[in-house]
């Protein structure tokens, strides 16, 4: 399909509550194989509608087991905790720590508009709630512990 130009800190559609998918159509399945393309090209692992100033409750996710993709999701429950570094397609060249919960389970839709339920731990729970906030127009900084750092992708990981 095509990649979109991903919106970044600052811009309004990223400050906004995603209205509800009713149906898809076939302009909603053009958004999610955009998305999907636009989240592969940039190298992330999730992303969400309105990164691509689309004010739709729908994300897709990729945490390298293969695309994930949530309409109108809920998370329905999570538990324990983790603590790591999190950085944002929205937020370029950024990364800070978060906490967030260890488990998290959301009901949504498919791309079908069949009911399904996932489960992630770890990066995939991360990966969820950290999509779904953006749904509500929230950006991981507002959760960040301590300040934002510079991102080197030029670095040798050691």
Known sequence: MATRKIRVMGEECLTKVCREVTEMNERNRILVEDMLDTMYEAEGVG???PQ??????????????????LVNPKVIETSGEQTG?????????????????????????????????????????RALLHEIDHLDGHLYVEKVVGTLKDVNYDEDEE
């Open 85 to 125: 570094q999190e950085g944002c397609l929205s937020v370029p060249g950024k990364s800070g720590e978060v906490t967030r919960p260890n488990y998290a389970k959301v009901e949504a839709f498919d791309i079908d508009m069949n009911p399904i339920v996932v489960e992630g731990e770890e990066l995939l729970a």
């Open 47 to 49: 992303l969400a509608a």
């Open 52 to 69: 691509v100033g689309v004010l739709k409750r729908i994300v897709v996710i990729d945490v390298g087991e293969g695309p994930i993709i």
